[in-house]
């Protein structure tokens, strides 16, 4: 996320939740976890709570996983 220009880091986080997403369906790692540490890299680069949560919950619902 620290990584991405201002204009694509809400798609970052989307592409990250996709992935991690994956990583949960697998049990590597809880939901809980996984949406904890996707929301505070979203903070950490300032996007809004708004976008965190749609990036989110968005790219959980495209691989399928629930929340």
Same mark, same amino acid.
């Given at each position: =996320?620290a !990584? *991405?220009? %201002?204009?694509?880091?809400r798609t970052?986080?989307? @592409?990250?939740?996709?992935?991690? %997403?994956? =990583?949960? *369906?697998?049990?590597?790692?809880?939901?809980?976890?996984?949406?904890?540490?996707?929301? *505070?890299?979203?903070?950490a680069?300032?996007?809004?709570? !708004?976008?965190?949560?749609?990036?989110?919950? @968005? @790219?959980?619902?495209?691989? @399928?996983? *629930?929340?």
């Amino acid at each position: =996320m620290a !990584r *991405a220009p %201002a204009g694509r880091r809400r798609t970052t986080l989307y @592409g990250a939740a996709r992935g991690v %997403a994956r =990583m949960v *369906a697998a049990a590597a790692v809880t939901a809980h976890d996984a949406t904890a540490a996707l929301t *505070a890299a979203g903070r950490a680069v300032g996007q809004p709570e !708004r976008d965190i949560r749609n990036a989110i919950t @968005g @790219g959980f619902k495209d691989e @399928g996983v *629930a929340l």
